[in-house]
T-cell receptor
Framework: GENVEQHPSTLSVQEGDSAVIKCTYS??????FPWYKQELGKGPQLIID?????GEKKDQRIAVTLNKTAKHFSLHITETQPEDSAVYFC?????????????FGAGTRLFVKA | EAQVTQNPRYLITVTGKKLTVTCSQN?????MSWYRQDPGLGLRQIYY???????DKGDVPEGYKVSRKEKRNFPLILESPSPNQTSLYFC????????????FGQGTRLTVV
């Protein structure tokens, strides 16, 4: 079946350093790629997303890149802060008028050490 | 306040005893879905609904039912719960096409003994 692989499963960085999380998807029909942040005891919250007709998107310290040919997309967090510590999920969706199926990666637990 | 509300937040039940987890959103979203979250597996989609009376299976629908009689509500039904359905469940909603940001509920931790 379709799947999304996410690496690494755990990432520890020093405050101020950059963090990169990578995902690979299998369904070539996927056209929407959101990233979610989940803090302890809460539901996931969208932090950034990208569509298949765009190669890169940036929002302050967060950026996402997409390589459709290789079916790779990555999350980049610069100047990390302790409040960035959380679990991050990537996802791949195929959005069309008939449906909206989403497959999530297994998650990356990010620790930012002060 | 725009939100997705799940109830209950925590539930312990016995094998075979039917239960329903409710989900309600106040954003007039067309699209709603249910996920289960298990360690090392991320979020897996159980069912989704594109609009009232329109539902479809996700990746792990076995043992679950849903209904969408009203736009705001999307209950998850476990007719005969089993221990392998012990998990953390999330409901999410979004506009179907165009603005696809999904808003998640706070989660329901279900234990089936």
């Amino acid at each position: 079946g379709e799947n999304v692989e996410q690496h690494p499963s755990t990432l520890s960085v020093q405050e101020g350093d950059s963090a990169v999380i990578k995902c690979t998807y299998s369904d070539s029909a996927s056209n929407y790629f959101p990233w979610y942040k989940q803090e302890l005891g809460k539901g996931p919250q969208l932090i950034i997303d990208i569509r298949s007709n765009v190669g890169e998107k940036k929002d302050q310290r967060i950026a996402v890149t997409l390589n459709k040919t290789a079916k790779h997309f990555s999350l980049h967090i610069t100047e990390t802060q302790p409040e960035d510590s959380a679990v991050y999920f990537c996802a791949a969706s195929e959005i069309n008028t008939g449906g909206f199926k989403t497959i999530f990666g297994a998650g990356t637990r990010l620790f930012v050490k002060a | 306040e725009a939100q997705v509300t799940q109830n209950p937040r925590y539930l312990i039940t016995v094998t075979g005893k039917k239960l329903t987890v409710t989900c309600s959103q106040n954003m007039n979203h067309e699209y709603m879905s249910w996920y289960r979250q298990d360690p090392g597996l991320g979020l897996r989609q159980i069912y989704y609904s594109m609009n009232v009376e329109v539902t479809d299976k996700g990746d792990v629908p076995e043992g679950y039912k849903v209904s969408r009689k009203e736009k705001r509500n999307f209950p998850l039904i476990l007719e005969s719960p089993s221990p392998n359905q012990t998990s953390l469940y999330f409901c999410a909603s979004s506009f179907a096409i165009g603005n696809t940001e999904a808003f998640f509920g706070q989660g329901t931790r279900l234990t089936v003994v």
